[in-house]
């Protein structure tokens, strides 16, 4: 007896080969560091800027006072540094009286920290005050310097505006003063009917610091001007 036969099965199938993942392109995989990379920076920038705002920073040191150097005066006159309060400011007299750097404070004069200030009895004289900045530039009236130098009037005046308080000013505008060699020269422009000398009172405040001096001036080449020279 012949042994059963088996059918045949179906037929077998061969293994089907993997499709091969694609391989990412180098150039891709070095963007992705270069942005990780970029992401460090910017976190360690951050972080950087945290501490910055939690570390005290000490300001800056304080500028050291305007102080004159190298002064020069005419011959014969005599510089008064140290001031002497003799009360309350009083008006025209081109004086710091209560000594606080202020010189004719709260008498319609513009003030600053440069400030020269002259003033003269006699109404009929003509006395001029000539202001040269460091670049040699006069103070005008009612027009700065480059370095910020104005003068407010020039006395007298036929308009009255002096009001027979002959006083004239020239005063920094704003800022800081330029650095460098300053002259201020006082000058007897006209007598007029005046009796010479005319005693002349001219007065400076450079920063918190006013300094004063007397001078005659009389009508003559010697005599009719005096001047004031000084470095900052």
């Known amino acids: 007896m012949q042994p059963p036969t088996r059918s045949p099965g179906p037929p077998r199938r061969e293994p089907r080969a993997r499709r091969a993942e694609p391989r990412q392109p180098a150039s891709h995989g070095l963007r992705a560091r270069l942005a990780g ?27 050291p006072p305007l102080q004159p150097k190298d002064i ?39 003030t600053g920290i440069l400030q ?13 005050l000539n202001v040269y900045d460091p670049a ?14 104005m003068k407010d009037r020039d006395c007298p005046r036929v308009s009255g505006e002096c ?5 004239e000013n020239v005063f920094l505008t704003e800022g800081e ?21 005319i005693r002349v009172r001219l007065s400076a405040r450079v920063g918190q610091r006013s300094y004063s001096m007397a001078l005659d001036l009389s009508p003559s080449a010697a005599t009719e001007e005096k001047s004031v020279e000084f470095t900052l």
Not at 55 to 60: A, D, F, G, S
Not at 177 to 197: C, E, F, I, S, W
């Open 116 to 128: 020269f200030t002259i003033a003269w009895e006699e109404p009929e004289a003509d006395v001029d």
């Open 163 to 167: 009001q027979e308080q002959n006083v």
């Open 37 to 63: 990379a970029a992401i460090d920076v910017a976190r360690a920038a951050a972080l950087a800027l945290l501490l910055a705002g939690c570390i005290e920073v000490p300001p800056p040191p304080p500028r």
């Open 177 to 197: 003063p330029a650095r460098g060699r300053y002259r201020v020269v006082v000058r007897l422009d006209k007598l007029n009917d005046a009796t010479a000398p």
């Open 72 to 110: 020069k005066v005419s011959e014969g006159v005599g510089l008064e540094i140290a001031c002497t309060p003799t009360g309350v400011e009083l008006c025209f007299d081109a004086r710091d009286n209560n000594c606080n750097g202020v010189i004719d404070e709260g008498c319609g004069l513009h």
């Open 136 to 149: 040699g530039e006069l103070a005008r009236v009612g027009e700065p310097t480059a370095s910020g130098l």
